[in-house]
């Protein structure tokens, strides 16, 4: 019983480790880069302004995305009690 337990925690941590080093981390990379580009040109404004709509874009994104994993672990945790 407590191998099944141990095996079902190690898929569990898979799953964690995969959504923040895969899913997560690709919003984190892009913020970073979009903050990369004002920061080289600061006085182009236009273009900044839509880099800044981009990075608008991009937080949302990343908010929703740990929304899903906030619910898919919340999820996971109520399918094993059952």
């Known amino acids: 019983m407590i191998n099944e337990e141990l ?3 190690q898929d569990y941590l898979d ?3 995969f ?3 895969h899913i997560l981390r ?4 892009r913020i970073i880069g979009l903050i990369s580009l004002i920061k080289s040109n ?3 404004v236009t273009e ?3 880099i800044l709509l981009k990075l608008k874009k991009e ?3 990343l908010n929703r995305a740990m929304k899903e994993t906030k619910k898919l672990i919340a999820e996971s945790f109520l399918l094993e009690d059952n």
């Open 19 to 21: 959504i923040t080093s």
């Open 48 to 50: 900044n302004d839509e």
């Open 59 to 61: 937080i949302r994104d």
């Open 42 to 44: 600061p006085n182009n």
């Open 7 to 9: 095996l079902k925690f």
């Open 26 to 29: 690709a919003h984190v990379a």
């Open 15 to 17: 799953a964690c480790s």
